[in-house]
């Protein structure tokens, strides 16, 4: 009777710890801490940050000149300025969207040719903003102790 009490018991934790809802994720380091801006420590970029790493990134991708990133920085900065007004205008219509952003790019790339001069670094430039955005998510879930845990189904 002992051993029956004791199995049934043993057995009865052991499906109560089984049937516990998975966690959906797993906790980060510092995660403890606020996500706030105002307080900014090491390892912890800001946008300032990020922006840095990118113009040096995307200066070092297109092997700009000093004279070639002189002119090229206003040119791609008045792209992302239009870039960013099209997304808040037209988010709703998805069609409207794609035109406009496909207009802006064309031209991007009439204005980057007087700068770049060759096809090839122009299509370089249009593609290296997702070169760079792909570089920091790999980055950012490197620095989260690796990808997340595989769901449960």
Avoid at 11 to 23: L, W
Avoid at 78 to 84: A, D, L, P, S, T
Avoid at 92 to 114: D, G
Avoid at 122 to 139: G, M, P, Q, S, T
Wanted: net charge positive.
């Amino acid at each position: 009777m002992k051993y029956l009490f004791y199995s049934l018991a043993l057995s009865m934790v052991m499906i109560t710890a089984n049937a516990q809802r998975p966690q959906d994720r797993r906790p980060r380091p510092n995660e403890h801490l606020e996500h706030n801006d105002d307080k900014k420590g090491p390892g912890r970029p800001n946008r300032a940050n990020i922006e840095m790493f990118k113009t040096k990134f995307i200066t070092d991708q297109l092997a700009l000149t000093p004279q070639e990133a002189e002119a090229f920085w206003p040119v791609y900065n008045e792209y992302k300025n239009g870039m960013r007004a099209i997304y808040k205008e037209k988010k709703e219509n998805e069609i409207e969207l794609q035109e406009a952003v496909l207009t802006v790019r064309k031209k991007l790339a009439s204005a980057l040719k007087p700068i770049l001069k060759s096809d090839t670094r122009i299509n370089d430039a249009l593609k290296v903003e997702k070169e760079f955005l792909k570089k920091a998510k790999n980055e950012m879930s490197h620095r989260r102790e690796g990808p997340p845990p595989p769901r449960r189904d």
